[in-house]
């Protein structure tokens, strides 16, 4: 029984029997795993075997809050849904922040598991104990804010929180995303999964409280976060003015924001068109996730362009993906398509990486005019990005057809040398940070459980200079391997699993993070875990996510780059000289394999299985022979 | 002498001239304190007060970057500068 922070229980909802349940929640799971990711993968592991059909009935979607969200505790608004990713094949997670995953707390579940696959579209409707599973019939074809709009109605409650896919996750898109209020699930095709199970939506509306087991510790951990916020020198106003477009202006100084598909990285300055000034140009306000004094989301009108009355929030790496890694220089169009991308239940990221590739091949003369439906697929022609995105969400045949299964599966598709130049790591394609000039960053976009994810293990440390361990070189290669180790589990354990938004972490509490995580989850569930609990979840999460996922096929190979990381050399810009050779990745690996007791093949070894109390992962390594 | 290249961005572009990029000379076995000194004379208080704490030390979030390496990586303000470097300043950044 818990004292607080959790709520309890499981809800298991099963769409091809139609059943509920409500289980328990462990407290040996909550213990060991903290709640979102944590809880994600644990699930993941225990319930979907690594070679499952993605887009099949057996695969399940797992979302699942955290311990501090729904309580007084800052920007913990934050939800994981876990799967397995049918864009990349291994532990497919994503988190979403907004108001969506206070209300599943509120309802008075801190897991929420869907299973099996509906002969005809539905959506589920939580509300507190009450649970159906109603008719989606009349909505299933329409997009995500007019979905949001009309369940609301049908359910006679406009307080009701959505979560929901678009017409690309209905397509199946293996980039579709899951979209609740304007925030996104967006990447490793979540979208798809929930398209596949004919669900079009999540509704939920909850009453209840967030009990709070020590209440005074709670209040001081509380007001520590608090106060460390306030003395951090980025969040106010800097961050709540600028929000994380600011960072084109940083990673275009520092020679690492990617263009054209990686071809020419540094060798134009995007900063002077689509960077910060311009972007805060089409400023209209700021948004707010659930209990965060923040408000980092700028919501952004475009003016000119023909893109008037586009109205969207583009983050950072959308500037990437819908900009420079597409040649674009309009920031309406950024702001628009992004708007489009929302709409339909796409994933901002994949899609420009995507389209970026196409437009490569396009100049190459390996895609031609007949084979893109007549779209000039050249780069910076942000025309033919609105035009495409529309291709992807309908799956229309010809160029639809070709990209909306994102990088990996376009390669395959026209075979012969294409795949060179597809920018994507276990087939999630790659965000706005060029690997070659932050190696740790790349590091870890090569070894992430998830694919080239930024955020399982940002290196705050190269891309923003923070000495925290300590400083380092960005283009070192030496120490990365142990360093890239460090983010991960850190991540995991302070932001991914309690649910805490990662954002905090680096700028108000870097050095102290596992402490800070220990104060709050402890004080507000009962549980006294010490900041080594803390650390040692990071680990156990991504230790059994690398199992997962070798029981998903994966092996060392492909904790690599794409071709052209390996083989090309920046040439110009604050990052110019910079690759990352094969030689240099396998020291890095070599490190990182090292550092985490794992096998020089990739392995995690017994001791350190054990060590992490993972009996479960130890038999699966050991029924294959890997062990 | 030495020639050195100063970059920097948003709120600091704003108090160093509006110039994203600039160049200066200093004395051979100049240091990264002396370039940024040198920058605060040109520029005035203003930018002082926002690179510098009353310490001497940088203020906190400000990052300074050789040819990519943040200083403190190096000998931090006392890392020495050789003709041709690059040296790039941030304001307090963050996000992604
Ligand atoms: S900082 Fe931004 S993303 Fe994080 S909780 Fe606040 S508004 Fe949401």
């Known amino acids: ?627 | 002498m030495i020639t050195v290249e100063i970059t920097t961005i948003m709120d600091l572009k704003a108090l160093m001239g509006e110039k994203k990029d600039q160049t200066i000379v200093l004395p051979e076995g100049a240091a990264v304190g002396d370039a940024l000194n040198q920058l605060c004379n040109t520029y005035g208080p203003v930018l002082n007060k926002r690179l510098f704490a009353n310490s001497g030390a940088l203020n906190p979030g400000i990052a300074v970057f050789v040819n990519g390496c943040v200083i403190d990586a190096l000998a931090g303000l006392e890392s020495s500068l050789k003709n041709g470097d690059r040296v790039l300043i941030f304001p307090p950044v963050g996000g992604g």
């Open chain 1, 1 to 627: 029984m818990f004292q607080g922070g959790y709520m309890g229980k499981v809800l298991r909802v099963n769409l091809t029997t139609k059943t509920v349940l409500v289980e328990d929640l462990p407290e040996k799971i909550a213990r060991d795993y903290i709640g979102g990711a944590g809880f994600g993968v644990k699930y993941l592991f225990d319930e979907v075997p690594g070679d499952v059909d993605p887009l099949g009935a057996d695969n399940k979607l797992i979302f699942a809050p955290g311990p501090l969200s729904g309580t007084a505790a800052p920007c913990a608004s934050r939800i994981a849904v876990t799967t397995k990713s049918p864009l990349t094949g291994a532990v497919g997670m994503s988190l979403s922040g907004g108001y969506f995953p206070v209300e599943l707390k509120f309802a008075g579940y801190d897991v929420l598991i869907i299973e099996g696959q509906s002969e005809t579209p539905v959506y589920l409707h939580i509300r507190d104990d009450k649970v159906s599973i109603k008719n989606a019939e009349k909505i299933w074809g329409m997009d995500t804010q007019i979905t949001q709009t009309i369940i609301k109605q049908d359910v006679g409650d406009q307080n009701t929180r959505i979560a929901c896919i678009g017409q690309a996750g209905e397509n199946l898109s293996k980039m579709a995303a899951i979209i609740n209020e304007r925030r996104a699930f967006g990447r490793k095709g979540v979208g798809a999964v929930m398209g596949s199970k004919n669900l079009k939506a999540i509704a939920i509306r909850g009453t209840k409280e967030v009990p709070i087991a020590n209440p005074e510790a709670f209040s001081a951990a509380r007001k520590f976060m608090l106060d460390a916020m306030k003395q951090s020198p980025v969040l106010y106003p800097e961050f709540s003015k600028l929000g994380t477009p600011m960072v084109v202006d940083v990673t275009s100084a520092m020679g690492m924001f990617p263009s054209e598909n990686y071809r020419n990285t540094g060798e134009k300055d995007y900063s002077e068109t689509i960077g910060v000034e311009a972007s805060l140009s089409r400023n209209k306000g700021n948004e707010h996730c659930y209990g965060c004094p923040v408000g980092c989301t700028q919501l952004k009108l475009a003016k000119g362009q023909g893109y008037e009355g586009g109205m969207s929030d583009p983050e950072y790496e959308t500037y990437y993906s819908l900009g420079s890694v597409v040649g674009v220089e309009s920031v309406d169009s950024i702001i628009y398509n992004d708007m489009l991308c929302d709409k339909y239940g796409l994933d901002t990221m994949s899609v420009g990486v995507t389209i970026a590739f196409a437009m490569e091949l396009f100049e190459r003369g390996m895609l031609s005019a007949a084979d893109t439906n007549g779209i000039d697929l050249r780069f910076g022609n942000h025309q033919a990005v609105t035009q495409l995105i529309e291709e992807i969400a309908f799956r229309r045949a010809g160029i639809g057809e070709l990209l909306c299964d994102g990088s990996r599966i376009m390669a395959e598709k026209i075979g012969g040398d294409a795949g060179d130049f597809a920018m994507h790591i276990k087939g999630l394609e790659l965000p706005a940070y060029d690997p070659r000039g932050a190696k740790a960053h790349g590091l870890n976009f090569a070894t992430s459980y998830t694919g080239a994810d930024h955020n399982r293990g940002y290196a705050f440390q190269e891309v923003f200079g923070i000495p925290v361990p300590k400083a380092y070189d960005r283009f070192a290669v030496a120490g990365k391997g142990w360093l890239t180790k460090w983010n991960q589990d850190i991540r995991c354990a302070t932001t991914d699993c309690p649910t805490m938004c990662g954002f905090l972490m680096d700028m108000a509490v870097p050095a102290i993070a596992e402490q800070n995580t220990a104060d709050l989850v402890s004080s507000a569930s009962g549980l006294a875990l010490t900041k080594e609990d803390v650390g040692k979840v990071g680990e156990r999460v991504n230790n059994l996510a690398r199992v997962y996922n070798i029981s998903a096929g994966f092996t060392r190979a492909d904790d690599t780059f794409p071709k052209r990381i390996i083989d090309e050399t920046i040439k110009e810009g604050g990052s110019s000289g910079q690759r990352i050779s094969q030689e240099d990745l396998d020291l890095m690996l070599n490190e990182y394999y090292e550092a985490r007791n794992w096998a020089q093949d990739g392995v995690p070894s017994q001791q350190k299985l054990a060590e992490l109390d993972l009996p479960e992962a130890a038999a699966l390594l050991e029924a294959r022979g890997l062990l």
